[in-house]
């Protein structure tokens, strides 16, 4: 199983760096647009760099190390893809950070991760629950079957049919160790049975 | 406000004893701790949920909050420089909290990456000249020979306020939202700004100036000073115990708890809170009365007793009940940090420094807390991590015990000993 945060670790270093290297070497102009391009960047972790480093679609003035090997001409924005297909909020949802109600009606957690296999489909979601004020909550992965995803507006509901009695038990995920264990379906046994692969 | 008035009553009730009524200054700056103590709250881990609910990975989340912790290590000791060199403390405490309310409303407004760097950058230094000056404005404001008296009271109104921001700002993460924990941080603030007025007017100049025997030394050899080398050593192998223990058995207790555990984890952060604002006063005239060693030895000893309870209990009723006494060693901690710094170098004109220097030494402690207790807890199990935390906190005591030397001043010196009072008035 491979958390999708993994393809993102490389990248945000990097991104850290170009951000506050914006901040700090070209001033406040260009901190300003940084932000403000970021801003919507703050979904997907690896659109962050964007901050920093590829151009806003205005023209924007490179730094003189560019120019070494390209004339110093302002880049044309980039067209728009031709092959663009529609995402309608009714048909699909982001679901990194949203609430997982449990049956109580009550909030169980967090999403924070999504465990995929090798298709690239969600196998679980990993639900950071518990805790006051961020102190002592857990993580646990969720077989991705047992979600209940329904389309809503401005948020979906997304609800998990088991207690919190149920799951807290279950151990920590990991996204570093070799493997994991999540929990399945109730009727197969006892959920610590139903390991991942 | 109702719990206003609960909190003057504690103050009324902490200074009789046949002691002096507390001036105008000395109010003012019991209200400021309260405060101040108040808007610390919103920014530890709660952070990390807030980032999450935004749709933030782990990833960045915990890169946002590597950035704050690199920033407040690396301020520590230039912050305590800059506040020594700044004679205007009381302006060193506003552009803080000022510094706080533009952090808190950052992650309020705009939870997008650079303005979260930013946030955790501004708020890391900030706490960095925020503590260090409110230890000078007290200075200032008890004299030397009531220090240890005014630090009690210091940590009494900081717990006082800790306490209540988190049940505040729990409550108002659960019924509102988690972003509103943020304005309310933002807007707690400004209350924070009211007791600053009076104390502005304090006559700041560094002590060692009225004394007959000025003590100016260069900033390293107040740092080389042996006592606070000893000192910093053991704060940090208390810490290195300590920081973890209570992340540990909130996690233990989300696991073992049913759906209550949030309560009880609230119980194990405010208990303690309640504990240090009962017993910080005592806590200060112990150390007047009988020195800082008894004081550290009987806050660091609690450790030990914790970690190994904690191994071996797993219900959580003697868990809030243990995790008590940790309000008894914050206390100690609380008083002790200011107090043996300026036993050390209060008169060095290098205070605010040495304060950096132990607050650094604190820093690495906590930050290799988290990291060592997971790891040994990843492979060893919980039980394992508590009994390695209660190790690091009896090594800790073994250290004052065995090389840590008595700091309080002797005897009262003629010249140092009268308190400083106001300028005008």
New interface residues.
């Given amino acids: 199983m491979i958390p999708?945060?993994r393809f993102?670790?490389k990248a945000?270093?990097l991104?850290?760096v170009l951000?506050?290297a914006?901040?700090t070497g070209s001033g406040r102009a260009a901190?300003g647009d940084?932000?403000s391009s970021?801003?919507r960047?703050?979904?997907?972790?690896s659109a962050?760099a964007s901050?920093g480093n590829s151009a806003p679609p205005t023209a924007v003035t490179k730094p003189p190390a560019q120019a070494v090997t390209k004339p110093a001409v302002t880049k044309p924005s980039p067209p728009t893809p031709a092959n663009l297909e529609a995402l309608p909020a009714s048909a699909y949802t982001?679901i990194?950070?949203k609430?997982i109600i449990g049956p109580d009606g009550?909030e169980l957690g967090?999403v924070?991760?999504v465990v995929v296999d090798a298709q690239g489909g969600p196998h679980a979601a990993v639900i950071?629950?518990?805790?006051?004020?961020?102190?002592?909550?857990?993580k646990i992965a969720v077989d991705w079957r047992l979600l209940k995803l329904t389309p809503g507006a401005p948020d979906w509901k997304i609800s998990l049919n088991i207690s919190?009695?149920e799951i807290?038990?279950a151990p920590?995920f990991?996204?570093d160790a070799a493997s994991g264990q999540m929990v399945g379906p109730p009727p197969q046994g006892p959920p610590s049975h139903d390991v991942d692969r | 406000m109702s719990t206003d008035d609960r909190v003057a009553g504690i103050g009324s009730a902490g200074k009789g004893r046949g002691r002096p009524a507390a001036t105008p200054a000395e109010r003012s700056l019991d209200w400021l701790n309260l405060f101040v103590g108040n808007i610390q709250?919103g920014f530890?881990?709660?952070?990390?949920?807030y980032l999450?609910?935004?749709?933030?990975?782990?990833?960045?989340i915990g890169?946002a909050l590597s950035?704050g912790t690199v920033a407040a290590m690396a301020s520590q000791i230039p912050a305590g420089a800059l506040v020594d060199a700044i004679r205007g403390k009381a302006w060193v405490v506003l552009l803080s909290i000022l510094a706080f309310s533009i952090s808190a409303l950052l992650f309020a407004v705009?939870?997008?990456?650079?303005?979260v760097?930013?946030a955790e950058i501004l708020h890391s230094f900030s706490s960095c000249t925020l503590g260090p000056a409110i230890a000078a404005i007290s200075l200032a404001v008890a004299g030397p020979s009531v220090l240890g008296l005014r630090f009690g009271r210091n940590a009494r109104f900081a717990a006082i306020g800790n306490g209540i921001g988190?049940v505040l700002?729990?409550a108002c993460?659960y019924y509102v939202s988690e972003r509103a924990v943020f304005f309310l941080t933002a807007a707690l603030t400004l209350p924070a700004l009211v007791p600053l007025l009076p104390l502005a007017r304090l006559d700041y100049s560094p002590p060692a100036a009225g004394a007959p025997q000025a003590e100016h030394a260069s900033p390293l050899r107040a740092l080389g000073d042996r006592r606070l080398l000893i000192f910093a050593c053991c704060v940090l192998l208390f810490t290195l115990g300590n920081a973890a223990m209570?992340?540990l058995?909130?996690?233990t207790?989300?696991?073992?708890v049913?759906?209550e555990?949030?309560?009880v984890?609230?119980a194990c952060?405010v208990v303690p809170q309640l504990i240090v604002a009962l017993a910080s006063p005592a806590i200060g005239r112990l150390a007047e009365a009988r020195g800082r060693r008894i004081v550290l030895l009987l806050g660091f000893l609690t450790l030990p007793i914790r970690g190994l309870v904690f191994a071996a209990a797993a219900s959580p009723v003697p868990l809030v009940l243990v995790q008590a006494l940790d309000g008894i060693a914050g206390a100690s901690l609380g008083v002790m940090v200011p107090l043996v710094t300026s036993d050390v170098a209060g008169r060095s004109g290098h205070y605010n420094l040495a304060l950096g220097f132990v607050g650094f030494a604190i820093g690495i402690g906590a930050t290799a807390s988290t990291t060592v207790a997971g790891w040994i807890g990843?492979r060893l199990g919980q039980p394992v991590a508590f009994a390695s935390l209660a190790v690091f906190g009896l090594a800790a005591t073994l250290l004052v015990l065995s090389a840590m030397p008595e700091t309080k001043p002797p005897h009262p010196r003629p010249g140092a000993m009268a308190p400083r009072r106001r300028r005008s008035e």
């Fill in positions: 999708l945060t993102r670790r945000l270093p991104a850290a951000a506050l914006s901040v901190s940084a932000a970021s801003g960047a703050a979904q997907s972790g962050v901050g982001g990194l950070g609430k009550k967090l924070v991760d950071d629950f518990g805790g006051f004020l961020g102190v002592g909550s857990r919190r009695d807290q038990g920590e990991k996204p | 709250t530890g881990p709660f952070i990390a949920v999450t609910t935004q749709g933030w990975t782990e990833t960045s890169l950035l705009q939870p997008a990456p650079l303005a760097y930013v988190a700002m729990g993460g209570l992340p058995i909130g996690n207790l989300t696991k073992t049913g759906s555990a949030s309560l984890i609230a952060i990843d």
